[in-house]
């Protein structure tokens, strides 16, 4: 059995301004996912952040460039790459995995 290196943290959050603990296990998970910093915001401002960015998203109308089909993308495609509708988009992605 292996024994973690990593102890609880008490970290204060940039948005509220309350304390929250940042554990042993979500620093072993951000050292997996090669995150180098931890958190600035407690549970409940980085989900109040989420949702506030995904109701601000702006919908840009694309034909996808694989079927052909028009969609709506949650961001502004550059110009010259190729953009994929859910559906393709879906699929590509579960052929990678």
């Given at each position: 059995?292996?024994?973690?290196?990593?102890?609880?943290?008490?970290?204060?959050?940039?948005?509220?301004?309350?304390q929250?603990?940042?554990?042993?296990?979500e620093?072993?998970?951000?050292?997996?996912?090669?995150?180098?910093?931890?958190?600035?915001?407690?549970?409940?401002?980085?989900?109040?952040?989420?949702?506030?960015?995904?109701?601000?998203?702006?919908?840009?109308?694309?034909?996808?460039?694989?079927?052909?089909?028009?969609?709506?993308?949650?961001?502004?495609?550059?110009?010259?790459?190729?953009?994929?509708?859910?559906?393709?988009?879906s699929?590509?992605?579960?052929?990678?995995?």
């Open positions: 059995m292996q024994t973690s290196n990593f102890q609880d943290q008490t970290l204060v959050c940039k948005d509220c301004g309350k929250f603990v940042w554990t042993a296990g620093q072993e998970f951000y050292q997996q996912k090669g995150f180098d910093n931890p958190p600035f915001r407690c549970g409940d401002c980085r989900q109040k952040r989420k949702a506030d960015r995904m109701t601000d998203r702006q919908m840009t109308k694309i034909t996808c460039s694989n079927c052909g089909k028009e969609d709506e993308v949650p961001f502004v495609p550059r110009k010259g790459t190729g953009v994929l509708c859910r559906e393709c988009f699929k590509q992605r579960q052929s990678q995995g």
